[in-house]
């Protein structure tokens, strides 16, 4: 079982900046492949953006509304998975999830992802 637990989120102005963490447990951790997702009021959960486990050798990959924004990272040494988010829009204001899928496919399907934090709120103010 793998437990996820997202913090960083808040209210910011559009044009700035914030970074989403996401503490998992458990100890295969660099072998999951690792996303942020993002639901806004009255909208499906979207992806946002994979990171595959360590070992795969993949790069990243983004949804194309943050690509050249955000960044996803992680530190197999921490648990945690990061998501740098720049130049914010007031259309990124949504709740964050963090998840994780144990057979490391990283894909955008939400389905795919076994495990999912309680999310986290970010507001974007124009």
């Known amino acids: 079982q793998v437990q996820l637990v997202e913090s960083g989120g808040g209210l910011v102005q559009a044009g700035g900046s914030l970074r989403l963490s996401c503490a998992a447990s458990?100890?295969?951790?660099?072998?999951?492949?690792m996303a942020w997702f993002r639901q806004a009021p009255g909208k499906e959960r979207e992806f946002v953006a994979a990171?595959?486990?360590?070992?795969?050798?993949?790069?990243?990959s983004y949804a194309d509304s943050v690509k050249g924004r955000f960044t996803i990272s992680r530190d197999n040494g921490k648990n945690t998975v990061y998501l740098q988010m720049n130049s914010l829009k007031p259309e990124d204001t949504a709740v964050y999830y963090c998840?994780?899928?144990?057979?490391?496919?990283?894909?955008?399907?939400?389905?795919?992802?076994?495990?999912w934090g309680q999310g986290t709120q970010v507001t974007v103010s124009s």
């Open positions: 998840a994780a899928d144990p057979f490391n496919m990283g894909t955008p399907a939400p389905s795919r992802y076994n495990y």
């Open positions: 458990g100890r295969t951790f660099s072998s999951y492949a």
């Open positions: 990171a595959v486990g360590t070992w795969s050798g993949g790069i990243p």
